[in-house]
């Protein structure tokens, strides 16, 4: 009997790991493309002569006549991607307790009408965001990538339920103490919130990186641009170097996955709450 669940175990193994590798063999297969030799990119499953020509050419700014920008599109995307992050995590934060610990009138309302906004594409409203942008004199800035998304609504309807399953008792000692709701908020409730804001902000940070829509609509100069739009880019004229492609897309998740890795053990925690 021990041998038949010994064996069943093994089998349960080799599974899981059959649908990891297959999961994981493009993000392989991408970064062996971007060491590969350009003779061999996408001609061969595994590559057999490696360079870092795909790097050194995407770093110098691409072809001689038309330099590219790449080096300063990853850091307007690490400004944009981290300010709009810390706006979205603060706005929820405020309203999610205000909804969770706050009574006050049309409160469930307000909830309701959050709730009824997270059904609708975040694209219809792409073109009056865009000219309110354009009509502030924002266009082509880094505040005209920011503020547009410094606000989610699924942000907000996660902190609101977390809030609303912390004690009340925490809240009112802390109100007999003297303390303020900003105080509560920020000493008392966040600071045992650490595994659903890590949650939050992985899949927050994840989701601005990769953002390509607006920062494409909203951007005009080299300067201003960011990595997915120059990325984009290469499809076009760039679209004759696949081993630089694949070394910008090795670039383009490699601040995801070490942000991931840094806070894997609280984003495990968090999960375990939003699957409850």
Known sequence: MAGTKKKGLWFRYLIAVAFLLVMIFPYIYMVLNSFADWDQVDRKLIPTHYTLKSYQWLLGGGEAVIPRP?????????????????LMMVTAVMVAYALAKIPFKGRNTINNIILFQMFFPAIILLIPTFLVIQKVGMYDSYWG????????????????????????????????????????????????????????????????????????????????????VLLSQMFGPYGGYPGPMYAA???LTMPIILIFLAF???FQEGMQFTLK
């Open 70 to 86: 790449w080096i300063h599109a990853f850091f307007n995307s690490f400004i944009v991607s981290a300010g709009s992050t810390f």
């Open 264 to 266: 894997a053990k609280k």
């Open 249 to 251: 897309s090795v670039l």
């Open 145 to 228: 990538m920011i503020l547009p998304k410094a606000l989610s609504l699924w942000a907000i309807f996660m902190y609101t339920n977390f809030f609303k399953a912390i004690p009340e008792t925490f809240i009112e000692a802390a109100k007999l103490d003297g303390a303020s709701n900003l105080q509560i908020m920020f000493k008392i409730v966040l600071p045992m919130s650490k595994s659903i804001t890590t949650v939050i902000f992985l899949f927050l940070f994840m989701e601005r990186w990769t953002e390509l829509l607006w920062d494409m609509i909203v951007t005009k100069s080299d300067n201003m641009l960011t990595l997915n």
